[in-house]
């Protein structure tokens, strides 16, 4: 039985190794490959944590280990050893993680720059917001400026309204302006690695750059109440071209007087 | 009284039976009867029983309702009514049964196309009239279906049927119970559980009523107004967007709302014929006027006998008509002239279209637009009962409170594109004290539209011209 408990402790750094060295291939650990810039700074800090504390968790396993099965197979006639304390370990075991932490915090901040950090944003996402998205229960609205315009934190005459729908150029870095109606939600796109909290009172910026066309899965990761859960919208990367083309047409059904669909087939007639 | 430990653990085994037993028992969700139903004296809500084959059983109104509509469970199509039930009409033209495989031959009238897949079958005429029967083959090219199983009687040729029908209402049921039934209740009478936390209440649809539509103001609601509805949401109120559902999803719950909503309105109007003389009310006053209850109810069953039943048919009639007629395009509001570009002089115009003595807006919307007219602090007394409401304000309808829209909200329930205001003020807002200015010619309704939609940007009342003031290079340099 001794033996038993030795074995079980080396038996699970065995399979924590395995799993960290097969789970990047076979995306164990995120539902997709990073699809913005910002995205894969994220997985690279993530596996950078990741092999440090698999280090960790191996040694000491191994550690533990060592001493169950060397406790398990002593001699019934052997007398323990007794020690009281080493400080060379122990300082050991204090500066080697308070340096592997500092490490992480300042290897981080990089990261959390680029994505928190207004000034470090890049410039033509921050010069020109493309929407305004405005959480509320349980549905996303957005708001994009007046075409030729630049977003106000106040609506604009002729501004663009659309909901559950978020349309951006793809291949560039594009900066939207959060903010909620009601209590807090956070704007979580899991595949572009976007989450960030939106506060009541507060408009946020925040960036990401799509690198490729497509439907992206828009999500509240904010218990906001009962209808939390289906509080789903979509952003769509397309081309600059029929981006533009989305909002123009957003535009003129925005502009609907009831009439014009009758003067143009009436022209189709012609 | 305490327990004492050991207690608990002879308590712990029944409690526990209890609770797996009674949270697996199936669970059977029902249409409720409205509140002017259950006014009726119980004999007009349930009818009369059936005590011999010269006196058969006659139908209340519940009964009535129920043999028209079903329940959740056991949806009924009426299929007078304008709504696609889902499933295709055909007839059957060939039927054999060899070696214990039974092959029917179905055909459909011209024009119309045998359906892709079809896995059940519902036989309405002949000898087997009522039941359905499981298809495990099925040729979409020539109609041929295999049976699973042989049918307890024979099938004929000629015998009409419908093949996967109600497929339409199913989806429409269960998306509708997971997205819907919450608020808006399983019958549709806006009285769901989370309903009691929410301003404004989610709608009631019983009445047939749906406010935001795109069609006159005698139509009722088109079934791409309520589609709208669906996908866009209302802002303002707690209706979400459901613009993540595909169109067939959207499409089978727009059904499954005119569904309910047909229910509703079948049960109010016949509920109508019967509530002036037989609601508890009228028969106590009736009683006490002299009238023995025996005749009243002897009256009462002479009436649900015939009258009610002829008056059950022209409802039904009445109601498709409505519906049908609304969901074309000649009940949609179509102006008659484009709208006229927004300037500064359209607005003003506007503006004192608004304040004039015929349209009147500024009575309920206030003069500077906030929602605060006299008509907010005015006592209204509800038309039905003619008792003076307990709040001072507009009451629409559903007897809520309806507060005028404050137009410097910039908030559009019912969409914020110019036909949608245009249609707005030219239907007027259905159930609520919005009226209609149908006869407002249309060139000054664009002119309100222009100054509706100009509010939300004006300065502050009071606030002097201070963009005007301000040096054109000052707002250059700004960043």
């Known amino acids: ?270 | 009284m305490s327990l004492t430990p050991s207690w608990n653990r002879f308590l712990l085994l029944p409690m526990l039976t209890a609770v797996v037993a009674g949270g697996c028992s199936e669970y059977n969700s029902s249409f409720v009867y409205s509140e002017r139903t259950t006014s009726l004296i119980p004999e007009a809500q349930d009818g009369f029983k059936g005590e011999s084959e010269a006196a058969p059983a006659i139908s209340g109104v519940k009964q009535l309702v129920d043999d028209r509509f079903g329940n959740p469970q056991d949806l009924k199509a009426w299929l007078k009514l304008p709504v696609e039930f889902g499933g295709t009409q055909s007839a059957v033209a060939e039927y054999s049964a060899v070696e214990g495989v039974a092959t029917v031959k179905f055909s459909v009238e011209e024009g119309k196309s045998l359906p892709e897949t079809a896995s059940s079958v519902h036989v309405v005429s002949g000898a087997l009239a009522g039941e359905t029967l499981l298809i495990s083959n099925w040729d979409a090219t020539t109609g041929q279906a295999t049976l699973e199983g042989l049918p307890s009687k024979e099938i004929s040729a000629g015998d009409s049927c419908v093949i996967d029908g109600g497929t339409v209402m199913q989806s429409g049921r269960v998306l509708y119970m997971r997205h819907c039934s919450h608020c808006h209740g399983t019958s549709g009478d806006g009285a769901g559980p989370t309903a009691q936390y929410l301003n404004p209440r989610p709608r009631d649809y019983r009445h047939g009523i749906f406010k935001f539509t795109s069609t006159t103001d005698v139509s009722k609601a088109s079934r791409q107004d309520i589609k709208r509805v669906l996908q866009y949401g209302i802002p303002g109120t707690y209706m979400p967007s459901f613009l993540l559902l595909t169109d067939s999803e959207i499409n089978s719950l727009v059904e499954y709302v005119r569904f309910l909503s047909l229910r509703g309105e079948y049960e109010r109007k016949l509920v109508n014929e019967l509530a002036g003389d037989f609601s508890q009310k009228a028969v106590a006053t009736r009683t006490e006027g002299g009238e023995s209850r025996e005749a009243i109810v002897s009256e009462l069953k002479e009436m649900l006998a015939a009258d009610i039943v002829d008056a059950a048919n022209s409802i039904g009639d009445g109601m498709a008509e409505d519906w049908s007629v609304s969901d074309t395009a000649e009940a949609v509001i179509v102006p008659t002239v484009a709208r006229v570009p927004d300037s500064p002089e359209s607005r003003r115009r506007g503006r004192e279209l608004y304040l004039s003595k015929t349209l009147n807006c500024a009575d309920c919307h206030g003069v500077d637009g906030a929602g605060n007219g006299p008509q907010t602090i005015a006592y209204e007394k509800n038309p039905i009962t003619g008792e003076p409401y307990n709040e001072a304000g507009l009451h629409d309808v559903w007897d809520n409170l309806n507060q005028p829209r404050n137009l410097h909200r910039g908030i559009y329930r019912g969409g914020r594109r110019p036909i949608d205001l245009f249609a707005r003020i030219h239907a007027g807002i259905k159930g609520s004290r919005m009226p209609s200015f149908k006869n407002t010619p249309h060139e000054d309704i664009w002119h309100v539209v222009n100054y509706v939609l100009s509010i939300p940007f004006e300065p502050e009342p009071g606030a002097t011209g201070v963009a005007v003031a301000a040096p054109p290079a000052a707002a250059a340099v700004a960043p």
């Open chain 1, 1 to 270: 039985m001794k033996k038993f408990w030795a074995l079980f402790f080396i038996f699970w750094p065995i399979v924590a190794l395995y799993v960290c060295l097969v789970a990047p291939s076979r995306n164990w650990w995120f539902p997709s490959a990073p699809m913005s810039s910002v995205g894969h700074q994220i997985d690279g800090l993530f596996y950078l944590i990741l092999i440090i504390v698999a280090v960790t968790f191996v040694g000491t396993q191994v550690g533990l280990g060592y001493a169950l099965w060397k406790g398990a197979t002593k001699k019934s006639g052997e007398k323990a050893v007794f020690s009281h304390g080493s400080h060379k370990l122990e300082i050991m075991w204090t500066i080697v993680p308070s340096f592997v932490l500092v490490f992480i915090s300042l290897t981080q901040l990089e990261v959390l720059a680029n994505i928190r950090v207004l000034a470090r944003f890049p410039d033509e996402a921050r010069k020109t917001p493309v929407a305004e998205v405005t959480a509320r229960q349980f549905e996303w609205r957005i708001r994009y400026p007046k075409p030729g315009t630049q977003l106000s934190t106040e609506p604009q005459e002729g501004d663009l309204y659309f909901v559950n729908e978020l349309h951006v150029p793809v291949s560039q870095p594009v900066m939207v302006h959060l903010r909620t109606q009601d209590v807090q939600h956070a704007f979580f796109a899991p595949k572009l690695r976007v989450k960030q909290d939106a506060v009541p009172g507060l408009v946020i910026p925040i960036w990401f750059e799509i690198e490729k066309a497509g439907e992206y899965e828009l999500v509240c990761a904010e218990l906001c109440g009962w209808g939390h859960y289906k509080m789903k919208a979509r952003i769509i990367a397309e081309s600059e071209e029929s981006y533009l083309k989305y909002l123009a047409a957003l535009e003129t059904d925005q502009n609907e007087d009831g009439v014009a669909d009758e003067a143009a087939s009436a022209s189709d007639e012609e």
